[in-house]
């Protein structure tokens, strides 16, 4: 197995995530098999209870992973189907060890984080990278591994060692490391600073880690006198110092990279010329230049709880990207905090109650995303009533669709007391329940998670025609309520439709109102399997029915033109 492996320094979010896809990508377009793994040093097991303000949004696997975010840029650039096991946390190693430990595999031995932690980081690191996630069969050729957090962090110390140890046992040709760093133009004099990168690369070097690489992420790109001076300083060949500038969108990353001929360089460290091919990177160039050269845009009302923060909807908003790019047209996402919806903030803060109304109503369709807790539930069943009453187009994800739910009991069939039992453990009327599968008291791992069939109950639903395929579809869940089955018959009445059910017909996964352009409710997260130049199904049929496209595409597909 040859190893790639990508660290940060200077200050985190620099794009190490971004970095370490985009040189997955262009050794792919080498003809090479790519897995990934993502290193992050916390001492959660895993991202499932963190806060989205806290850490971005959870990203879910088909094994029911909950992940950190990176790992959706590796399976959206690389077309991956990656594995719990592929994320890698403090807390996963020390659980593992301690567990040993408590079964006696250690012999009575004092149990130390050199060896026995750094032993089982290197163990994990060898299986992981030994499984296929390309849908093929043996293992890959290249492992991408990307190092969380910042060199020089008290918790990333144990990786370190262990991937120090595992570059000595891999061999001088098995193994790579790129630096990503950060070259800071300061104040009015204009000039790039190298100083960051070379106490950066000074850190990592006394750790017993020497770059072959920098990555040097940068608002305009280096001038030649930096780069020689970061290779100077920081003892790395001129030819390895790649210039990862700021660009109009991330998919221009790969092709920055084979313009700087990142290629060859890996490969030629990798030795592995003999196998590898010139990069085909013709339809990323497409998928790059056509983006920049879009100029209509579609406005889509994201409602939501954590809007001050995007990376907590990234796959949602990546999602809104790939529709309309399929559409020729550029997304323009207008934030709206669901609470500003509410009769209660036209009190406390009017401005913000005018405006958020003003942008839903000149918004050309409405998004709910998913969610936990009830703040700002009541700006949502605002926006989803909106919607509904004036023919706007509208997706409900997760507790999106449960907002619709929940909106057609209050105002339909005039349930006052309607609620998720979520909200209001004693609500009269519980639309929404708990669905029992998992623990009550224990947040983490307690969800219906992962991917799961949904039966469609009838061909003729929108859905259907979306997925081209008039039986099932396969997506992710990550939730622990469910529309409550019991009141499923009432809410049919009002020409609410629960067209998508599971295998056992007792949970309702899809939701579609009759008579109305597009408004549709899922329980799943469709946005997680959506990819680059292969959209998901109903954000596209978002952003058709937002343009008025919609009927003509269905009609198109239904007679096979297209």
């Known amino acids: 197995m040859k190893y790639v492996l990508v660290t940060g320094g200077v200050v985190s979010g620099l794009g190490k995530g971004v970095t370490a896809s985009s040189i997955g990508v262009v050794l792919k377009a080498c003809g090479l098999r790519v897995t990934s793994i993502k290193i992050d040093p916390y001492l959660n097991t895993d991202a499932g209870t963190m806060s989205p303000f806290e850490h971005g949004e959870v990203f879910v696997l088909d094994d029911g992973g909950e992940v950190d975010l990176d790992l959706g840029n590796y399976e959206r650039f690389l077309d991956l189907r990656l594995t719990r096991d592929n994320n890698i946390t403090t807390g996963k190693i020390y659980q593992s060890v301690?567990?040993?430990?408590?079964?006696?595999?250690?012999?009575?031995?004092?149990?130390?984080?050199?060896?026995?932690?750094?032993?089982?980081?290197?163990?994990w690191i060898e299986s992981v990278s030994a499984i296929p996630v390309d849908g093929k069969e043996g293992p890959a050729d290249v492992c991408v591994i990307e190092l969380g957090g910042t060199v020089g962090d008290i918790e990333s110390m144990p990786f370190i060692e262990a991937l120090r140890q595992l570059f000595f046992s891999a061999g001088p040709?098995?193994?790579?490391?790129?630096?990503?760093?950060?070259?800071?133009?300061?104040?009015?004099?204009?000039?790039?600073?190298?100083?960051?990168?070379?106490?950066?690369?000074r850190e990592l070097r006394a750790l017993g880690l020497t770059p072959h690489f920098l990555a040097c992420r940068s608002a305009q790109p280096l001038l030649e006198n930096t780069k020689q001076k970061l290779s100077q300083f920081c003892h790395v060949p001129g030819a390895n110092i790649l210039n990862i500038h700021d660009v109009p969108n991330i998919w221009h990353v790969p092709l920055l990279l084979r313009k700087q001929n990142a290629h060859e360089a890996i490969l030629k460290q990798l030795a592995l010329h003999s196998v590898a091919r010139p990069p085909n990177l013709q339809e990323w160039t497409t998928r790059a230049e056509t983006f920049d050269n879009l100029t209509n845009s579609v406005k889509i009302a994201m409602v939501g709880k954590y809007v001050g923060l995007t990376d907590s909807y990234l796959s949602v908003v990546k999602a809104l990207l790939h529709a309309c790019i399929a559409c020729s047209l550029k997304p323009s996402i207008e934030w709206i905090a669901a609470s500003d919806l509410e009769d209660e903030s036209a009190k406390q803060t009017p401005e913000a109650h005018s405006k958020a109304w003003e942008t839903l109503r000149n918004s050309a369709c409405v998004l709910v995303p998913g969610g936990f807790g009830d703040r700002g539930v009541t700006g949502m069943i605002l926006a989803a009533k909106y919607a509904r009453e004036n023919k706007v187009p509208y997706l409900g994800i997760c507790l999106g669709?449960?907002?619709?739910?929940?909106?057609?009991?209050?105002?339909?069939?005039?349930?006052?007391?309607?609620?998720?039992?979520?909200?209001?453990?004693?609500?009269?009327?519980?639309?929404?329940?708990?669905?029992?599968?998992?623990?009550?008291?224990?947040?983490?791992?307690?969800?219906?998670?992962?991917?799961?069939?949904?039966?469609?109950?009838?061909?003729?639903?929108?859905?259907?025609?979306?997925?081209?395929?008039?039986?099932?579809?396969?997506?992710?869940?990550?939730?622990?309520?469910?529309?409550?089955?019991?009141?499923?018959?009432?809410?049919?009445?009002?020409?609410?439709?629960?067209?998508?059910?599971?295998?056992?017909?007792?949970?309702?996964?899809?939701?579609?109102?009759?008579?109305?352009?597009?408004?549709?409710?899922?329980?799943?997260?469709?946005?997680?399997?959506?990819?680059?130049?292969?959209?998901?199904?109903?954000?596209?049929?978002?952003?058709?029915?937002a343009t008025g496209q919609l009927e003509a595409y269905v009609k198109s597909h239904q007679n096979g033109s297209i």
């Open 98 to 123: 301690l567990e040993k430990e408590r079964k006696g595999d250690y012999l009575g031995k004092t149990v130390q984080v050199v060896p026995h932690i750094t032993d089982a980081i290197k163990d």
């Open 173 to 201: 040709d098995n193994f790579c490391l790129i630096h990503v760093s950060l070259v800071p133009v300061l104040g009015v004099v204009g000039e790039q600073k190298t100083k960051p990168t070379q106490h950066s690369v």
């Open 401 to 545: 669709m449960q907002i619709s739910v929940i909106e057609m009991s209050r105002s339909v069939l005039g349930w006052k007391g309607a609620n998720s039992t979520e909200f209001d453990e004693h609500a009269p009327n519980p639309v929404v329940i708990f669905m029992p599968e998992g623990s009550r008291t224990h947040m983490g791992n307690t969800m219906r998670l992962g991917s799961r069939r949904t039966l469609l109950q009838t061909a003729d639903c929108i859905t259907a025609k979306l997925y081209h395929n008039p039986e099932y579809v396969d997506e992710r869940h990550r939730h622990r309520y469910e529309v409550n089955p019991e009141v499923v018959g009432d809410l049919e009445k009002t020409g609410l439709k629960f067209v998508g059910k599971d295998e056992s017909g007792q949970r309702m996964e899809i939701l579609e109102l009759h008579n109305h352009p597009f408004y549709v409710g899922v329980q799943f997260h469709p946005e997680y399997k959506s990819r680059p130049g292969k959209p998901s199904a109903l954000f596209l049929g978002l952003i058709l029915a």
